[in-house]
């Protein structure tokens, strides 16, 4: 009986993965970015692919020479920026945006952004195995990163039509 239990949930997470759906959801990051999972239609959540090295490859708190965490620097940005993308509409109608010189939403109404974050550790391949990843699995419709390189990456997602904007390349190519 276990053992069907545990084919029938790879199944589930193998369907879900290849359908799109998003791997990372939690209620919490809904909540802070504005979603409601039983109101939103799911085929107009846009997801976008977020990679970066943003934690410490080994949990540690100590320094690691040439290990720039500039993901940590943006994530709360990118969290920000969503958030106001997803419920300025909701918030604000047109006349007090005009009156507070807020922009007018960039979605049509009724989208909404999500993202799925993955982390690299500043790691070159733990970078491409999350790109591939985002653009064959998850099926993301952009990738935000990543900042370790970007040439590889750039070359898969480009191969699978994904746009990819890095925060924080290093890569002169």
């Known amino acids: 009986m276990l053992g069907l239990v545990l084919i029938y949930a790879v199944l589930v997470v193998k369907w879900s993965v290849g359908q799109g ?5 939690s209620p919490e990051k809904d909540a802070l970015l504005g979603i409601d999972r039983s109101r939103d239609a799911p ?40 958030r106001l993308i997803n419920t300025l509409r909701e918030e604000f109608n047109a006349s007090e ?11 049509p109404p009724g989208y909404k952004l ?27 419709s952009a990738i ?16 699978y039509n994904v746009p990819i904007i890095s925060h924080y390349c290093d890569d002169h190519r």
């Open 21 to 25: 759906i998003n791997p990372c959801p």
């Open 43 to 82: 085929e107009r959540i846009i997801l976008l692919g977020y990679v970066a090295g943003a934690a410490h490859p080994t949990n540690s708190t100590v320094p690691v020479q040439n290990y720039n965490r500039a993901g940590s620097m943006i994530s709360g940005a990118l969290t920000h920026a969503v």
């Open 97 to 107: 945006r005009k009156r507070r010189h807020y922009p007018e939403p960039p979605l």
């Open 114 to 140: 999500d993202f799925c974050y993955l982390e690299t550790y500043g790691s070159e391949s733990a970078s491409i195995r999350a790109i591939t990843r985002l653009v064959e699995r998850v099926h993301v």
């Open 144 to 159: 935000i990163g990543p900042q370790e390189t970007c040439r590889v990456e750039a070359a898969i997602a480009a191969t």
